[in-house]
């Protein structure tokens, strides 16, 4: 059975940090694209960061760009997202998601990763003004 299990969020400053993880099992961690996006209450899903199975490209929404790093670890089947200078428009439930292969790589390639076959049920971030 294929797991992605979040943790990571809570309630933060605007200006503060926090790091996500996505910790993944049931599946061959290097065979797969990984990725997060976000929804915010009443706003439609929003991919936020991928990184590719192929090379370890990583794509990054414009609003997060230069504040965001996304990161793996593949001994640990493990997925980071390190979010710096944080902005209340950044709080959302995020999640993270999986796709094997090319489907994954296009679909990273292509940011939209709430359409990744697999997915986690969400780390609520909160940011504070």
């Known amino acids: 059975e294929v797991q992605l299990v979040e943790s990571g969020g809570g309630l933060v400053q605007a200006g503060g940090s926090l790091r996500l993880s996505c910790a993944a099992s049931?599946?061959?961690?290097?065979?797969?694209?990984i990725g997060w996006f976000r929804q915010a209450p009443g706003k439609e899903r929003e991919g936020v960061s991928c990184?590719?199975?192929?090379?370890?490209?990583?794509y990054y929404a414009d609003a997060v760009k230069g504040r965001f790093t996304i990161s793996s670890d593949n001994a640990k089947n493990t997925v980071y997202l390190q979010m710096n200078s944080l902005k209340p428009e950044d709080t959302a439930v995020y999640y993270c998601?999986?796709?094997?292969?090319?489907?994954?790589?296009?679909?990273?390639?292509?940011?939209?990763?709430?359409?990744?076959?697999?997915r986690g049920k969400g780390t609520l971030v909160t940011v504070s003004s």
């Open positions: 998601a999986a796709d094997k292969g090319y489907r994954g790589r296009a679909i990273c390639a292509g940011f939209r990763v709430y359409g990744m076959v697999y």
């Open positions: 049931g599946i061959t961690f290097d065979d797969y694209s």
């Open positions: 990184i590719s199975s192929s090379d370890g490209s990583t």
